[in-house]
């Protein structure tokens, strides 16, 4: 049984297989454009510079931590506690995700179904093709795999992140604006190569005299570079060649490589482009740098991410009730470590967070009574019906007044 299988079970699953036979009307969308989406345009992935991009966002992505709020779904909700499904942990399951959004500006998440077809998990996958159809009036997702398999899920089961969606209704639009950078930096390996390529070979142009005939000319050609141009052990480095040869002279090529300067601006594109910068991508970025760039690409995947979610895998009374994905972080634990100390001492000495919140910020597993706060005196416990008492087992007083 292959993952599709594992996945989909598109043989017991008789609604699916129905609505991937008979489902053949598009759904009708407002905006008048196909609703279609195709995974063409991977290629981008294979430049180094838009790589080392997504994976910048990828790797902060996937610290996020997903956490189940309400009391839907508990079985579900236990599962998904430990991982999104058998064969991914969280951390591979969000940077696959956010690579797949990075790479197609659409990233489709669907449930993983048992023999029973009962949701325990769910899965990113990328259809080389996938097409919104109308099923006995409802939005479907049917799915066309690279291998030739096919697949389809309700809409409203699954996951579906957009970047740049402009002209779909559901789906993200194609990098098109990327194209041009993306020549320039096609156009700068090329030349890097054959300047590597004309580094090692020699070219020479001359005049002969007494060569008339084509073959005597391939002949000459042939026995000059043997000897002459050899590249072994035994060259000698000297050119020698006859009176018959006029105006000998070496050719000289200068293949095109791009500058300093337009190099950079390549870089600039790609990393205006994706929201990143060189701190971030050389894991650098502190301080304001950080805080910029979890607020312009972690938070934004991560609102997207939990909100999508929270659709797939909760109804809309679950959701009225309080039941919820939600994909959080501790943006503390970014802060450089001078950062991380005078937080820890300000917000202890107030009482505002806790030893074991603390704790969490220099990823340090809590302690035995640390989640009850303190503040400076002589450091004292703040209970939970307002009284105040010494660490060190004194007198409980009430009122925050005799806490000095």
């Known amino acids: 049984m292959g993952l599709l299988d594992a996945i989909f079970h598109p043989d017991k699953n008789k609604i699916e297989k129905d609505a991937l036979a008979n489902a053949h009307a598009s759904f009708k969308m407002l905006t008048g454009y196909k609703p279609v989406f195709t995974s063409w345009g991977g290629e981008i992935y294979e430049s180094e510079l838009v790589r080392a991009a997504i994976d910048a966002r990828a790797r902060h992505i996937s610290k996020l931590k997903v956490e189940f709020q309400g009391s839907a779904r508990p079985s579900l909700v236990a599962k998904m506690k430990l991982a999104p499904n058998q064969w991914q ?13 990075d790479i197609h500006n659409t990233s489709i998440i669907v449930p993983v179904r048992d023999e029973d077809l009962q949701t325990t998990g769910f899965f990113p996958v990328i259809p080389k093709k996938c097409e919104v159809v109308d099923y006995n009036g409802e939005p479907w997702l049917r799915y066309h795999f690279a291998n030739g398999q096919t697949a389809a899920t309700p809409l409203y089961d699954c996951a579906v992140l957009t970047r740049h969606q402009y002209k779909s209704d559901f789906f993200g639009d194609a990098n098109d604006a990327l194209d041009e950078t993306m020549k320039l930096v096609h156009m700068n390996n090329q030349g890097i190569e054959e300047a590597v390529k004309s580094s090692t070979r020699y070219s020479w142009i001359a005049e002969l005299s007494n060569f008339t005939k084509p073959e005597d000319l391939a002949k000459e050609r042939k026995r000059f570079s043997e000897e002459n141009l050899k590249t072994d052990a035994d060259a000698s480095g000297i050119l020698l060649f006859p009176n018959t040869y006029k105006n000998v002279r070496q050719v000289t090529t200068n293949p095109y490589t791009v500058d300093a300067d337009e190099l950079k601006l390549i870089q600039t594109n790609i990393s205006n482009y994706y929201g990143v910068n060189e701190d971030v991508l050389q894991n ?27 659709a797939a895998m909760y109804t809309t009374r679950e959701r009225a009730q309080g039941s919820s994905v939600m994909a959080t972080s501790n943006r503390l634990q970014y802060l450089s470590n001078a950062d991380k100390l005078a937080v820890s001492a300000q917000m202890a000495d107030r009482g505002i967070m806790s030893r074991n919140e603390i704790r969490e910020i220099w990823n340090l597993p809590p302690v035995e009574g640390g989640d009850v706060p303190t503040i400076r005196g002589e450091y004292y416990l703040i209970n939970n019906d307002g009284t105040i008492s010494k660490e060190n087992g004194g007198e409980t007083e009430k009122g925050e007044e005799n806490a000095e």
Not at 89 to 96: I, V
């Open 284 to 310: 650098k970025a502190y301080g304001d740098t950080w805080s910029a760039f979890y607020e312009g690409c972690v938070e934004v995947f991560a609102i997207q991410f939990s909100e999508s979610m929270s």
């Open 89 to 101: 942990t969280w951390s591979q399951f969000l940077y696959r995700v956010s690579t797949i959004l």
